[in-house]
């Protein structure tokens, strides 16, 4: 069965779905991991549960779409994940940012999935198949993630000593690299002006901050003005990408050819 | 939102905020593994509201086995029989006329078609 690129007659719009595919599962892996590092230190036993839950289900989420690129490309899903130099990477910088307290990980969770959510929609209306079926299965499970975030947040944000101002200040310092999740780019137009993609990121942006307004809003937060900070979608990232990255991939460069 | 806030999600009378210190309220999870089923008390969380009780007992508990609904309660809003008390549970002359272990209607019961259509239910 021919994949989901290799189905796209125009060489154009299949390289800009590539882009596009693998850009949503560096995310994927890019955060999966970042949540991954509060396993055994969560703030408590259960969140510590619910968010290495999380963390395996974004990897997995990753994985799935590695794979319907390796699959086209003969490739190994392990060497697209991990076997790619620094600049190769697609995700944008608030998913690579350092874990800076748990009300980060959670204001970052919150604006994320808010995001997600929308984008795994607009590749289910795509009509590119089988992505389109897998996003819409994917987005089952974000839809718990959002929920594990909103109700952290509100708990976070209506604290009694200094939970409201950690929150506002995590929020503050998410906000631009969370406006770099639109980061527009020439696949973007590709895919718009093919029809597979029905939502320029700008307007994704707008729908997006429509979305998270009222959650942020709700808590007492104020909305941050900051601009946006961009680079990630054309593989610039941050010195903190190149920590997780060698943490990430250490197993793997170890023995690359070694079946786990 | 004021600190000290009561949570009115939770029936008005959850304050979730407290003290440092402070551990948070135990609540007994149960879970519904099907439609039918009865739910059925699988462990606790701890959380300071319903909501959040509910939110961290999905992944607690519903990770492995089936669950369609939870169930979450304030585990000092349970009454419980005294521990000592174990031996008035306990026949002291024979009761076997009372179990229906015997009964070939049972195994009828069993294989009837209402067990079929879990049986469909669940594929």
């Known amino acids: ?260 | 939102m004021t600190s000290g806030r009561v949570d009115q999600r939770d029936g008005g009378d959850a304050r979730w905020e407290r003290p440092l210190g402070t551990a948070p309220d135990v609540w007994a999870v149960f879970v519904q593994g099907r439609h039918r089923d009865m739910h059925v008390y699988a462990g606790d969380v701890h959380a300071p509201d319903a909501e959040m009780a509910l939110v961290l007992a999905k992944e607690s508990y519903t990770r492995r086995d089936p669950c369609v609904n939870l169930w979450v309660v304030r585990a000092d809003q349970i009454h419980a029989t005294a521990q000592t008390a174990a031996e008035m549970f306990v026949p002291a002359i024979d009761k076997s006329y009372r179990f229906g272990g015997s009964y070939r209607q049972q195994r009828r019961v069993l294989q009837s078609s209402y067990k079929a259509s879990y049986r469909e239910e669940d594929q």
């Open chain 1, 1 to 260: 069965m021919p994949g989901v690129l290799t189905a796209i007659a125009d060489p154009s719009v299949r390289d800009a779905f590539r882009e596009w595919l693998l850009r949503i599962a560096d995310d994927e892996l890019v955060i999966g991991h970042r949540h991954s590092e509060w396993t055994g230190v969560g703030p408590d036993i259960e969140s510590d549960v619910a968010m290495s839950s999380i963390a395996q289900e974004e990897l997995g989420h990753g994985r799935a779409l590695y794979e319907q690129i390796a699959q086209d490309e003969g490739s190994d899903v392990d060497r697209l994940a991990f076997g790619r130099a620094p600049n190769e990477y697609r995700h944008a910088a608030l998913l690579e940012q350092e874990n800076d307290g748990w009300e980060y990980s959670i204001v970052r969770l919150v604006l994320y999935e808010a995001f997600e959510g929308a984008r795994l929609r607009l590749v289910a209306a795509s009509g590119q198949e089988p992505v389109a079926g897998l996003a819409r299965l994917l987005g089952r499970e974000e839809r718990y993630h959002g929920l594990f975030a909103e109700t952290w947040l509100t708990r976070l944000a209506g604290g009694a000593v200094d939970g409201p101002g950690r929150v506002q200040a995590a929020l503050d310092a998410a906000w631009p690299d969370a406006l770099g999740l639109f980061e527009a780019t020439p696949a973007d137009d590709v895919l718009l002006r093919a029809g597979v993609l029905t939502s320029s990121p700008a307007a994704q942006r707008e729908a997006w901050t429509d979305a998270v307004r009222p959650v942020l809003e709700s808590c007492a937060l104020t909305m941050p003005t900051a601009e946006a900070r961009e680079g990630g979608r054309r593989g610039v990232h941050t010195p903190a990408f190149g920590r997780l990255l060698a943490q990430m991939t250490e197993v793997w460069r170890s023995d690359p050819e070694a079946r786990w």
